[in-house]
């Protein structure tokens, strides 16, 4: 494999409770599209956007997580391997907003310390608002995490959400210094590789969840990262 085949490749978490979002958020991004019905999701779903952070081409894999909690058995295995998140609550749903630590934690125990987003979703129901602005604020500092208000309807700011991330674990990666969780692989992150040589597009789960990725023959990238990664 050459180095110019490399490609960013990124695996990212949307965690929060049910009807917060999470679907919509990830089907907006990836699609373009929105509806107002609401299928609640069954265990995990999986989409992918490509683009482009500081000249470089990443591809995101969004995992969309179901958040109702019979599901949770099924859903923290698909967290494993990820390397950021996206942790939703409500804006009209109180429980969502306090579930917010737990989610947190449950991300935490199978992937560590990950790049993490608090989204504050359905900014466009600010007048039924359930959550002041000041406790979302000390949420996110007290989970050490940028928080971001969108809204999926009206698509504001959703793309920035994964634009956030995606520079930041770019950043991490350039200047892994500090962040040991990308380059070694621990029991709980035995796949923290953020760059891939391999596409997604081509890739198939096994039984336990995680993504076998095979190799792209299409693409030929430059690798300006190559001191930050590990081939997979
Ligand atoms: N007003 C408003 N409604 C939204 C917004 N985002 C999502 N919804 C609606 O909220 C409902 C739930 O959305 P989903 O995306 O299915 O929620 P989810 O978090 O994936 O739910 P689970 O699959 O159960 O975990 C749907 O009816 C959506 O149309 C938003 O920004 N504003």
Redesign the pocket.
Known sequence: MREEELEVALKVV?V?????????????YCKGT?????????GVDFLERQIEVDGEEVRLMLW?????EEFDAITKAYYRGAQACVL?F???DRDSFEAAHSWKLKVENECGEIPTVIVQ?????MDQSVVNPEEADLLARALGCRLLR?????D?NVAAVFRHLAARCLAELRDPRDYDYFTTPTPHHPNSLTISAFSPSHSSKNHNGTIVLRPNKHKKKKNVLKNACRIL
């Open positions: 949307i929060g409770n049910g009807g917060v979002g999470k679907s919509s958020m990830i089907q907006r929105f509806t107002k019905d609401y299928k609640k999701t069954i969309d997580t179901a958040g109702q939703a409500s804006t009209t979703n359905k900014i466009d129901l969108t809204s999926v309807k009206e504001v």
